[in-house]
């Protein structure tokens, strides 16, 4: 009983900071996501990111961009000792 007022508070809590720092347009299901504190909400806000939908969407941004560079770096190599 204990831990659920815990999260309760917890969840209020976060609602609180996030309205205060301007995040107010953060979905409550980005925010009732385990381990996000306030400032990372705000961050994740910041970035455009206000939804989980946004969230997983800029993974598979992050891992095209990475494969992109990875790709990229691979060709480069390739060209320097030829």
Excluded at 23 to 28: A, I, L, M, R, T
Excluded at 52 to 57: F, I, S, T, V
């Amino acid at each position: 009983m204990n831990e659920l007022r815990t999260r309760a508070k917890d969840a209020l809590l976060t609602m609180e900071l996030a309205k205060e720092e301007g995040v107010g347009d953060v979905s409550q299901d980005l925010r009732d996501l385990d381990g996000l504190t306030p400032e990372l909400i705000t961050t994740l806000a910041d970035g455009g990111i206000h939804t989980r939908d946004d969230l997983a969407e800029s993974g598979g941004r992050r891992a095209d961009r990475d494969h992109r560079r990875r790709r990229d770096a691979g060709q480069g190599r390739h060209h320097e000792g030829a």
